[in-house]
């Protein structure tokens, strides 16, 4: 399976980290690697200081499709968790700034920290979910899908014009504003529509 990752879908958080809003969705990948599952907790890497999270709604893809016309997109999914983005930040920034790729900032081991996954017809309207991160019981980010500039059917739509999707493979939609480090002995706790998804400890 692969891990497909949006980046830059809400505006408050293109501001915060000072980029441009783009054209048309922007994406990168994660190896299978980088999962986490089951709430293991999250071991701070040695080659970077400036751990951040970002919390992110996951589609998990039900069949094969390349190609997939926007119509028929959300047919490509059932179900729905939340996934945390580890970045390390001062690699990407400086990743950024040399003009290379993110493979390393975005797609180190344990990256990918992933709950369990909710059927999508559990949710009324799905451009009206709302998520959310505590830090240490304190909340750091809140989101609603309705906010995301591309939609669950513009990202799978436009992922398929370049890369076959798969059974297993797990969309992460982008990150709402809030996004920020964390240090050993924090713990992460992501919330979706009021259910505990997701808890990761830093160590
Ligand atoms: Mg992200």
């Not at 999250?42 to 069949?63: A, W």
């Not at 179900?79 to 993110?102: C, F, V, Y």
């Not at 991160?133 to 436009?158: A, K, W």
Request: proline share 4%.
């Amino acid at each position: 399976m692969k891990i497909i990752c949006i980046g830059r879908n809400y505006v408050e958080h293109i501001r915060e980290l000072n980029n441009a809003i783009p054209s048309e969705p922007v994406f990168f990948l994660k190896p299978d690697t980088a999962l986490l599952i089951r709430n293991r907790p999250f071991y701070y890497p040695s080659f970077s200081t400036d751990i951040q999270y970002e919390l992110e709604l996951v589609l998990k893809i039900n069949k094969v499709g390349r190609h997939i016309q926007k119509e028929f997109a959300l047919t490509y999914f059932d179900e729905i968790g939340l996934g945390l983005d580890m970045t390390a930040r001062d690699l990407q920034e400086n990743a950024k700034k040399k003009s290379l790729p993110w493979a390393v900032a975005k797609g180190f081991d344990q990256s990918a920290p992933v709950s369990g996954f909710i059927l999508k017809n559990h949710f009324s309207d799905l451009k009206n979910i709302n998520f959310h991160l505590d830090l240490n019981g304190r909340t750091v980010q809140q989101g609603n899908s309705g906010l995301m500039i591309y939609s669950f059917e513009d990202i799978i739509t436009h992922i398929s014009r370049y890369m076959t999707l798969r059974t297993g493979d797990l969309i992460f939609t982008g990150t709402p504003a809030g996004v920020g480090p964390v240090k050993n002995g924090d713990v992460l706790e992501a919330w979706l529509e009021g259910e505990k998804m997701l808890k990761c400890e830093i160590k």
